[in-house]
T-cell receptor, first 115, second 113 residues
Framework: KNEVEQSPQNLTAQEGEFITINCSYSVGISALHWLQQHPGGGIVSLFMLSSGKKKHGRLIATINIQEKHSSLHITASHPRDSAVYIC?????????????????FGKGTKLSVKP | DGGITQSPKYLFRKEGQNVTLSCEQNLNHDAMYWYRQDPGQGLRLIYYSQIVNDFQKGDIAEGYSVSREKKESFPLTVTSAQKNPTAFYLCASMASSGANVLTFGAGSRLTVL
């Protein structure tokens, strides 16, 4: 079973700072997910990436498959970025012939951006 | 707009009572999942269903039950056998083909008094 580790666990930043959240996993995967959980509890998917880099607005996600490591960067951070950021990797569901349909989740990084 | 609706958002129950959490999706997704979230822990899979009338236990199924009579609906019952039911419960769904991207509901917070 894949182990997913995130760092740091908690992160406090000043508005405008560049932020990096790291994720490492133990077993090779085809893709990695970054999710955002807002204080109310709802979760949205930010990125799914299998190689290289993806960018959406001020968010950038990178992955190094060989090193089993991914990073999520936030440029020009803003208080509205305050949330828990979670990385997750696929976990095959063996009852369905090993097809991928579930995720193993990291414990999350709680980000607080101060004005 | 398509999405997943969970209800209720907050639920308080006495110890020993069964409670059922609702999850409905209009995304035409085949696969649906129930996760439990506890403070300081990652989401853990309770049950999942890839097709109607079929479901499988996840990592922490003890004390829970589900049904999948309709494609749109995947209710979760927290039974009195669940020793520590107070938690945040999230329902999710995924299309059976294409990218493995989960869509989540807003969650249900269950507190057992």
């Amino acid at each position: 079973k894949n182990e997913v580790e995130q760092s740091p666990q908690n992160l406090t930043a000043q508005e405008g700072e560049f932020i990096t959240i790291n994720c490492s996993y133990s077993v090779g995967i085809s893709a990695l997910h970054w999710l955002q959980q807002h204080p109310g509890g709802g979760i949205v998917s930010l990125f799914m990436l299998s190689s290289g880099k993806k960018k959406h607005g001020r968010l950038i996600a990178t992955i190094n498959i060989q090193e089993k490591h991914s990073s999520l960067h936030i440029t020009a951070s803003h208080p509205r970025d305050s949330a828990v950021y979670i990385c997750a990797v696929p976990q095959p569901l063996m009852n369905y012939g090993g097809s991928q349909g579930n995720l193993i989740f990291g414990k999350g990084t709680k980000l607080s951006v101060k004005p | 707009d398509g999405g997943i609706t969970q209800s209720p958002k907050y639920l308080f129950r006495k110890e020993g009572q069964n409670v059922t959490l609702s999850c409905e999706q209009n995304l035409n997704h085949d696969a649906m999942y129930w996760y439990r979230q506890d403070p300081g822990q990652g989401l853990r899979l309770i049950y999942y269903s890839q097709i109607v009338n079929d479901f499988q236990k996840g990592d922490i199924a003890e004390g829970y039950s589900v049904s999948r009579e309709k494609k749109e609906s995947f209710p979760l019952t927290v039974t009195s056998a669940q020793k520590n039911p107070t938690a945040f419960y999230l329902c999710a769904s995924m299309a059976s083909s294409g990218a493995n991207v989960l869509t989540f509901g807003a969650g249900s917070r269950l507190t057992v008094l």
